[in-house]
């Protein structure tokens, strides 16, 4: 089963639409998703982090992180992708592990190390496990010198060490989306963030695969505290007119 959902995922970067995964964080969102239609499921390590009482960059235990994967795999139909940070130092078993957990699939963040140093984490992933997609990150952009070139240069060589997709966070405008789905040599991730072309247009200009990381989890805490806020700064309830019914919720983790 995890080989057939590994190959669904895979293909799912080389034909239309484009791939569209809106994160999750536990069980219920990743119901919820499912539920709308979603073709893949993504998690996010920030977001399970946070959930579990941890800031994120690898601060949450690499087996509590993969513990909460697995509910989520259990609970789904769909492949599963894991954010799994920089691999938590042992991206090999860290890929076995997460195959283990149910898992299709993992990013691998470079953080800016060495290009050669992530080419090697690549290579071990691939050679521990030679049936998960690897969406290989990069974060020049994100945190970096935002050098176009170094990007490009990082990008090709983890897909050349065996990488499925690359993943370039943190830009947004549509003319360099276009330039690196140009100059890169296999599928392109790209991170929807403020400012970022709606998917229509990502999916004009080529990229394969977009996915919101943590945005969907920040927003449910932004939305939380805002519903925490009418309650005790003006003793009122508004928010029921809006919340996911009692029994509905019930009825989609009951399923």
């Known amino acids: 089963m995890s080989s057939s959902k590994a190959e669904t995922l895979r293909r799912l970067h080389h034909e239309p639409p484009i791939l569209v995964l809106p994160n999750v964080w536990d069980v219920a ?6 539920r709308l239609g979603a073709p893949a499921i993504a998690t996010s390590s920030a977001a399970v ?4 009482g941890y800031p994120d960059g690898e601060a949450i235990p690499q087996r509590e992180m993969l513990d909460w994967v697995a509910r989520i795999a259990r609970a789904v139909d769909l492949p599963v992708t894991a954010d799994l940070e920089a691999g938590y130092g042992d991206p090999g078993g860290t890929a076995r592990a997460a195959l283990e957990a149910g898992a299709v699939g993992l990013n691998l963040e470079d953080a800016n190390v060495p290009l050669e140093q992530h080419v090697e984490a690549v290579r071990a992933v691939r050679a521990a496990a030679p049936e998960i997609v690897v969406n290989a990150r990069t974060d020049v952009f994100l945190d970096g010198d935002r050098d176009f070139d170094d990007a490009v240069r990082r990008a090709n060589a ?5 990488a499925d997709c690359a993943f370039v966070p943190g ?3 549509a003319e360099t989306i ?3 789905v140009e100059a890169i040599d296999g599928p392109v991730n790209i991170l929807a963030t403020k400012g970022c072309p709606p998917v229509a247009e990502l999916e004009r200009l080529g ?6 990381g943590s945005g969907i989890g920040r927003g449910t805490y932004r939305h939380a505290e805002r519903l925490a806020r ?5 003793g009122t309830y508004g928010y029921v007119d809006d919340e996911f019914g009692y029994a509905d919720l019930n009825a989609i983790l009951e399923a």
Request: proline content about 0%; glycine content about 6%; aromatic content about 10%.
């Open 178 to 180: 276009g330039r690196l």
């Open 49 to 52: 982090a946070w959930a579990l």
């Open 230 to 234: 009418q309650v005790l700064e003006q």
């Open 29 to 34: 969102t990743a119901r919820i998703f499912e």
């Open 158 to 162: 983890y897909l050349e060490a065996g």
């Open 207 to 212: 990229v394969a695969r977009v996915s919101v």
């Open 171 to 173: 830009v947004a405008d």
